[in-house]
């Protein structure tokens, strides 16, 4: 189970850091992403961090201004948002991949979603 928190409204500039926590002993085998889904499209790709948090991915629209982590003793995974944009407003949700060691931008290849927080960007 996954439990995403962190989001709120903030001003265009402004940082967030949302966090996703999981339950059970087997979150270090999970490969985590990032997805985010404004009104009226459909769920995109944020970033995505492999199992030891050695290497991550992004989007073209979050790279250099987001920071995907995790931390495997707490079982959490972690969004920094910098300078956020009004594009950014969003529903953001963590997810899980449980059977790859690489990680994917594609929504079908990851089991298991948290409830999304909102995250909304004032211009």
């Known amino acids: 189970q996954l439990q995403a928190s962190g989001g709120g409204l903030v001003q265009a500039g402004d940082s967030l850091r949302l966090s996703c926590a999981a339950s059970g002993r087997t979150f270090s085998t999970y490969v985590m992403g990032w997805f985010r889904q404004a009104p009226g499209k459909e769920r995109e790709f944020v970033a995505g961090?492999?199992?030891?948090?050695?290497?991550?991915y992004y989007a073209d629209s979050v790279k250099g201004r987001f920071t995907i982590s995790r931390d495997n003793a707490k079982n959490t995974v972690y969004l920094q948002m910098n300078s956020l944009r009004p594009e950014d407003t969003a529903v953001y949700y963590c997810?899980?991949?449980?059977?790859?060691?690489?990680?994917?931008?594609?929504?079908?290849?990851?089991?298991?979603w948290g409830q999304g927080t909102q995250v909304t960007v004032s211009s």
């Open positions: 961090i492999i199992r030891n948090g050695v290497i991550t």
């Open positions: 997810a899980a991949d449980s059977r790859r060691l690489g990680y994917s931008s594609e929504v079908v290849d990851y089991d298991y």
